[in-house]
Nanobody, 128 residues
């Protein structure tokens, strides 16, 4: 069983930065872990996904060059560094995990239903 706990959300002005953290309990060494977000009134969308052990990653076009997914295996923690934030990044951000039974690829970002493990979410609000 995998449990995920996010933290690090908050309110920032446009152009600012935040770093989200997701602490994972359970054996996630061979898991894909990702960040998803759900803006108000919209569907959940993939932001970034990474193979937890190897670090290979994929990003949504909307965040490429601004967001960076990384992990600290020693701390069992996944991060999302978010720079150059804009109001369109306002959303509830979720950490998610799934076993790496399928090939890695950007298609994982479009398939949140395939992730069985989710955190409770952390709110990010960006003001103009």
């Amino acid at each position: 069983q995998v449990q995920l706990t996010e933290s690090g959300g908050g309110s920032v002005q446009a152009g600012g930065s935040l770093r989200l953290s997701c602490v994972a309990s359970g054996d996630t060494d061979n898991y894909y872990m990702g960040w998803f977000r759900q803006p108000p009134g919209k569907e959940r969308e993939g932001v970034a996904v990474s193979h937890y052990y190897s670090g290979i990653s994929s990003y949504a076009d909307s965040v490429k060059g601004r967001f960076t997914i990384s992990r600290d295996n020693a701390k069992d923690t996944l991060y999302l560094q978010m720079d150059s934030l804009n109001p369109e990044d306002t959303a509830m951000y979720y950490c998610a995990a799934q076993s790496s039974s399928r090939p890695f690829g950007g298609y994982l970002l479009k398939d949140p239903g395939s992730f069985p493990y989710w955190g409770q979410g952390t709110q990010v609000t960006v003001s103009s």
